[in-house]
């Protein structure tokens, strides 16, 4: 059998940034191969210098960074149609790219900016992590793929268009045509996925980096995407480099895999040795640390604790005492009642503002939420989770339907009352860089719920507080003055995640709170907001597209499809034996090792 065709290697590749006349190294010494028809999987925490490689090796990063070492990318003859970009080979701007002691392979790390301008979309194609952010707001989403082809490509534009509908057809997005006028905000966040892969795809180039491509997705579009990735990769023969943090993930779609910590590989090779048979602590405790489906611990080993030498098996517990029976085993009452709640947004209005046609987010929804219990909800992007947790603490007007928070409606109380009972239930949003301000440090971010609420009587007592929390979150103290674009979006959510709890609150809506952290971090978070219920008595809504997580954190878990909940149950009961076709699809989904 004939070896794989080596498409990049990567050899003691060592990246440091320049930061107030210091020097700090975030790639150390990395090596790594990648071959032709296969993938692999860069797997580590945030800030391991997972994503910072690539970048080096695509020549995106600031200037700020000094790279040293070698990224040779083997060269391939091109096609005769190639763009008049490649008729550059010839003159002396281009001549840094092939000017080679092996004229077989380009060392991407000696390349000029012109140079590069070649290889980017053309050789490599990138796909990033947040799509929203990656395709231009204001660019109709067809468009800009064609941009890329018309940079690197001699061809028509109605020839372009037409491959770019070709390609979407191939990236199974629906009514091509629509997709290629539409902009980015009026599709799903699994068509803006699925456009940049095409954009990524429509030079056809050697190999693929894909940064995070499905942390944000649901499980049955994150399925869908992996699926169609692998069938493009045999399709088209390229390598992929498959960045994440999610072991579930790399086991679908990884053909060899190499584990990043603390900007060093601790260990690599195929799945099948690094997955089943890992060597280091710390690729044991990254695959400990993931909520198993088949039981229920009480608490989640964490990365820390291999890396310490404590680590123990998860400790199993007998399933709690259901929260609507009280002590004596009687029905208690809820603290949250919720009947007939429905959220419409109009879609299309006549000359006159009357509502021609309208979508029914929340479709008449009644359920109980009884004090300390975790109520799991989960389901697919659009399903109106997200809407009804907003809905539930009246940060978007319902349509019909009460809200009862203790026995009191929501709407009977005035705007003083409201106020203060805002104190009592807090959210914590699904993006963090959004909901935080960048013009606060992330201290002021955490003290200011303080300041609003008049719960500390001076400044030195707030910062007292909200370094207590930083600590509980896992957040450096020495940070406290840091604005949030210096953090990762895992550390932005923690930080989210402690501004929530520093008022100490009775009903905590979790949206997505745990989507965009490390499975290590997440562990910290699940454990940290475990033990602050049991301390606190603090009662959680938790939404969720992560089924592992909402089995080991809720103990009873809502399906929501079309803004209507379609089952609803104790946890292990509703995982052992689903019966919802709907609920079975999305168990079906999740990502297995």
């Not at 719920?449 to 500390?456: A, E, I, M, T």
């Amino acid at each position: 059998m004939d070896a794989p065709e080596k498409v990049l290697e990567v050899r003691d590749l060592h990246v440091e940034f320049r930061r107030d006349g210091s020097s700090t190294a975030a790639v150390k010494d990395v090596s790594f191969e990648v071959y032709r028809g296969r993938t692999l999987g860069i797997v580590g925490e945030s800030g391991s210098g997972k994503s910072v490689s690539c970048l080096a090796v695509m020549g995106l990063l600031p200037k700020s960074a000094t790279v040293t070492g070698h990224a040779w990318l083997q060269n391939t003859p091109q096609p005769a149609s190639h763009s008049d970009n490649t008729e550059k080979t010839e003159n002396s701007e281009y001549s840094e790219y092939s000017d080679n002691s092996d004229n077989t392979k380009t060392d991407l790390l000696t390349l000029n900016e012109d140079a590069y301008l070649n290889i980017r979309g053309c050789r490599i194609g990138m796909i990033f992590q947040e799509p929203m952010t990656s395709l231009n707001p204001v660019h109709r989403c067809g468009d800009q793929v064609m941009e890329m082809l018309l940079a690197h490509e001699r061809v028509s534009r109605d020839e372009a268009r037409q491959r770019v509908l070709d390609l979407f057809e191939e990236v199974m997005l629906p009514r091509p045509e629509k997709i290629f006028s539409s902009y980015p905000h009026e599709i799903s966040g699994g068509q803006k996925q699925r456009v940049m892969i095409a954009m990524a795809l429509i030079c056809h180039p050697d190999l693929i980096i894909a940064d995070e491509p499905t942390t944000a997705l649901d499980v049955t579009v994150q399925q869908t995407i992996l699926q169609l990735l692998r069938s493009l990769q045999q399709r088209h023969h390229i390598g992929i480099i498959f960045i994440t943090h999610d072991l579930g993930v790399i086991g679908q779609i990884a053909d060899d895999v190499a584990v990043m910590y603390k900007g060093e590989i601790v260990e690599q090779g195929t799945a099948q040795q690094v997955l089943y048979h890992p060597r280091h602590p710390y690729t044991q405790g990254l695959l400990a640390c993931r909520p198993p489906l088949d039981s229920r611990p009480r608490r989640l080993p964490t990365v820390q604790d291999y890396l310490s030498g404590k680590a123990a098996d998860a400790d199993s517990s007998a399933a709690p005492a259901p929260a609507n029976l009280d002590t004596d085993g009687q029905p208690a009452t809820p603290l949250l009642r919720v009947r007939g709640l429905q959220v419409t947004y109009p879609l299309r209005k006549s000359l006159f503002g009357r509502v021609l046609q309208s979508l029914n987010a929340v479709d008449g929804l009644t359920f109980d939420i009884y004090r300390g219990e975790t109520l799991g909800l989960v389901g697919e992007s659009g399903c109106g989770k997200s809407t009804l947790g907003r809905a539930i603490l009246h940060l978007i007007e319902r349509s019909a339907g009460t809200v009862e928070y203790d026995g009191v409606s929501l709407d009977k109380l005035s705007r003083s009352q409201r106020k203060e009972l805002r104190r009592k239930m807090q959210i914590v949003f699904q993006d963090p860089y959004s909901s935080l301000n960048p013009r606060l440090t992330i201290g002021e971010a955490i003290m200011e719920p303080l300041l609003c609420h008049h719960l500390c009587p001076d400044a030195q007592s707030r910062r007292q507080r909200a370094l207590e929390l930083m600590q509980q979150v896992g957040l450096d103290t020495e940070w406290f003055n840091r604005y949030p674009h210096e953090f990762s979006g895992g550390q932005r959510q923690r930080v989210c995640i402690a501004r929530a709890l520093v008022l100490q609150p009775e009903l905590v809506v979790c949206d997505e709170s745990v989507s965009a952290l490390d499975v290590s971090v997440q562990a910290q978070v699940l454990n940290l907001l475990n033990d602050l219920k049991e301390r606190f008595g603090y009662t959680y809504l938790f939404i969720t597209h992560d089924l592992s997580v909402v089995k080991f954190f809720s103990d009873r878990i809502m399906v929501m499809e079309r803004g209507r909940i379609v089952e609803q149950g104790p946890s292990d009961q509703l995982f052992a034996n689903p019966q919802h076709p709907y609920t079975q699809r999305l168990l079906a989904a999740i990502p297995r090792l």
